[in-house]
């Protein structure tokens, strides 16, 4: 193989190759440089995160619960998609019984799923925490936390086609390679749209309808805020206005958080399923050129960019970061700041219900 593949960039390909081939040298030591940098930012900024927030575990609130899980599927992606592809470039072909070459499959795309739907189901709870102040504050505390088991959940099963798809097949006399093989022409065609349609577009289309819906609130909030203060004591105000009063700072700044996440993933993602659509409905589509191979790299860049992104919304968290570095204690003032801002805002959100009453 002479470029990126993840999951699903094989069933473009023919059934076969001739054994003596040649790839582009060039552009395979530049695919090389690149997985290697993607893949030592990913293991450590994600694993960084990871242990300053177990080590502060006892006192994580909701969001960095799934902020915690996500950091797991990013480094699922880095350990089990990126690393395999880099290996798989450097060795030109798939070296391994078919065994392996099916569990590395599964793998890659459970890092997809994981990463895609921890982020949808982050979405969802921001847009139930905002919108539905009431539901979320009747909630039990449970010992597992059911959105993210939902997320795995998802990520598990729906990665087990990758096991009968993909095998150890014999691409040339004595030459083997880790391929999927599907009935021409409507196989790859088949198999790349449903799987962009439900780790791409399915969880876009989720997310964007979450987060319209959450802007309306805030901005609904805002306006009682700043033009109804003094007439919110003397007429009664609707469920729906109600439920968005008590909307804190701090839940603001989780969903804007949710937003730059999101933004995030469609601008790495967006260009490699479009690439992988075009190199499966178009015949003649430039599957061996450097730009299919650089926007199908770009994918992996997300599994980098997300701890960046809650480091940048955290103030504290990089001090913590250091302090976890030389084995300082967790500080437990924010943690309960964060529960005595919850606390104020569902207060809030019942008073401004009993006075609606």
Known sequence: MDWFSVNISNASLESALPADELRDERLAQVEIALLSIIFITAGILNFGLLLVLWKRRKQLS??????????????????????????????????????????????????????TYMIVVMTIDRYQAICNPMVTFQRRRARWNGPV????????????????????????????????????????????????????????????????????????????????????????????????????????????????????????????????LWSVWDVEAPTQSATFTILMLLASLNSCVNPCIYLLFSRKLPKKLVDFMCMGQPDRKESMQEEATTVSSLYISFKSLSESR
């Open 62 to 115: 909701r969001m960095r619960v799934f902020v915690f899980h996500l950091c797991v599927a990013d480094l699922v992606v880095a350990f089990f998609q990126v690393c395999p592809q880099l290996m798989w470039d450097i060795t030109d072909r798939f070296v391994g019984p078919d065994i392996l070459c099916r569990a590395v499959k599964y793998l890659q795309v459970v890092g997809m799923f994981a990463s």
């Open 149 to 276: 088991c939902a997320a795995w959940c998802v990520s598990f099963i729906g990665s087990l086609p990758q096991v009968f798809i993909f095998s150890r097949v014999e691409v040339a006399p004595g030459v083997y390679d880790c391929w999927a093989q599907f009935i021409k022409p409507w196989g790859p065609r088949a198999y790349v749209t449903w799987m962009t349609l439900v780790i791409f577009a399915l969880p876009i289309l989720t997310m964007i309808v979450c987060q319209v819906r959450i802007c309306r609130t805030v901005h609904i909030n805002f306006h009682m805020k700043t033009h109804h203060v003094g007439e919110a004591a003397g007429k009664s105000l609707s469920s729906r206005a109600s439920s968005v009063v008590g909307v804190s700072k701090a839940r603001v700044k989780t969903v804007k958080m949710t937003v730059v996440i999101l933004l995030t993933y469609i601008t790495c993602w967006t260009p490699f399923f479009t690439v992988q």
